[in-house]
């Protein structure tokens, strides 16, 4: 089938095309548009959702091994209870290789100089973070002591570093001013305060926007105060918004092609087809 592109001859052929494109042309491209909003916003929701559900598992792999510190100290404690002597506070790091180098430090203090919160109050906010658990010793009811175990930061830290790719991690103690992890580049240091800020609530999603950077953010505070008795840490997942947002990109740049080939195409065939079905009116004429 040859096309011929030429000026229509006649005014009806005219009017027949016009109005072609005002009941079907037209009408075409506006759902076209309105298709391609509606994906694009859709692609973005499922962006937000799924950096949310990363941000989730990382926050929840961070309290799993704390929970699981927290199990080895109560095991330990248990199995002392019957042969510790809480006046002699011995060291008992020969214990860490038993128990799987989980804890840096393990001790028993006597109940006059026992600490119970779940932060050693010796760490200075510009020294590098401890963190220590405490737990009763017990025997027959009577308290014998406690044992304090120096948590083993690296390895609750192991949780952080199993990030998605693509993606930077902050880990904050937001009660105690510190930053624990970070892989955010370096330019973005001093911005960090103003990002905390915006995590408010238990968990969320926003963009945050940088001089001519911007990233999508899911934040998720876990929970330590039910079980250890402190406030409690938030976990900050970014991913740069041209990153996140590569596959929208290319989901516009094929679906802009693909529809204005097809627009192109009914365009000719329309053409086509009014030209061959005008030309007794070209005759008459």
């Given at each position: 089938?040859?096309?011929?592109?030429?000026?229509?001859?006649?005014?009806?052929?005219?009017?027949?095309?016009?109005l072609?494109?005002?009941?079907?042309?037209?009408?075409?491209?506006?759902?076209?548009?309105?298709?391609?909003?509606?994906?694009?916003?859709?692609?973005?929701?499922?962006?937000?959702?799924?950096?949310?559900?990363?941000?989730?598992?990382?926050?929840?792999?961070?309290?799993?091994?704390?929970?699981l510190?927290?199990?080895?100290?109560?095991l330990l404690?248990g199995?002392?209870?019957?042969?510790?002597?809480?006046?002699?506070?011995?060291?008992?790091?020969?214990?860490?290789?038993?128990?799987?180098?989980?804890?840096?430090?393990?001790?028993?203090?006597?109940?006059?100089?026992?600490?119970?919160?779940?932060?050693?109050?010796?760490?200075s906010?510009?020294?590098?973070?401890?963190y220590?658990?405490?737990?009763?010793?017990?025997?027959?009811?009577?308290?014998?002591?406690?044992?304090?175990?120096?948590?083993?930061?690296?390895?609750?830290?192991?949780?952080?570093?199993?990030?998605?790719?693509?993606?930077?991690?902050?880990?904050?103690?937001?009660?105690?001013g510190?930053?624990?992890?970070?892989?955010?580049?370096?330019?973005?240091?001093?911005?960090?305060?103003?990002?905390?800020?915006?995590?408010?609530?238990?968990?969320?999603?926003?963009e945050?926007r940088?001089?001519?950077?911007?990233?999508?953010?899911?934040?998720?505070?876990?929970?330590?105060k039910?079980?250890?008795?402190?406030?409690?840490?938030?976990?900050?997942?970014?991913?740069?918004?041209?990153?996140?947002?590569?596959f929208?990109?290319?989901?516009k740049?094929?679906?802009?092609?693909?529809?204005?080939?097809?627009?192109?195409?009914?365009?000719?065939?329309?053409?086509?087809?009014?030209?061959?079905?005008?030309?007794?009116?070209?005759?008459?004429?």
């Amino acid at each position: 089938m040859a096309f011929e592109i030429k000026p229509f001859r006649t005014r009806v052929a005219k009017r027949i095309f016009f109005l072609f494109l005002i009941c079907a042309f037209f009408p075409t491209t506006v759902m076209a548009l309105a298709a391609f909003y509606n994906v694009r916003e859709q692609l973005r929701d499922q962006e937000r959702e799924t950096l949310g559900l990363q941000c989730k598992s990382i926050s929840v792999s961070i309290y799993e091994r704390i929970a699981l510190l927290g199990d080895e100290l109560r095991l330990l404690t248990g199995s002392l209870s019957r042969n510790v002597d809480p006046d002699r506070g011995d060291s008992i790091g020969g214990v860490l290789k038993q128990w799987g180098g989980h804890f840096e430090r393990l001790a028993v203090l006597s109940p006059s100089t026992g600490r119970s919160s779940f932060r050693d109050p010796e760490s200075s906010p510009k020294g590098p973070p401890k963190y220590s658990m405490i737990m009763p010793l017990e025997k027959g009811g009577a308290n014998q002591g406690l044992l304090l175990g120096d948590i083993d930061l690296q390895f609750v830290w192991g949780a952080a570093k199993a990030r998605p790719p693509l993606t930077e991690l902050i880990l904050v103690d937001k009660s105690a001013g510190r930053l624990l992890f970070n892989t955010a580049p370096g330019s973005l240091l001093s911005q960090i305060p103003d990002l905390i800020g915006m995590c408010t609530g238990q968990s969320g999603n926003f963009e945050w926007r940088t001089g001519n950077q911007g990233f999508l953010v899911s934040y998720r505070k876990v929970n330590l105060k039910a079980s250890y008795h402190y406030p409690g840490w938030i976990v900050i997942l970014m991913e740069d918004m041209d990153q996140a947002s590569a596959f929208a990109k290319g989901f516009k740049t094929t679906f802009i092609a693909v529809a204005v080939l097809s627009l192109a195409m009914v365009v000719l065939l329309s053409v086509s087809q009014i030209r061959k079905n005008t030309v007794p009116l070209d005759i008459l004429q």
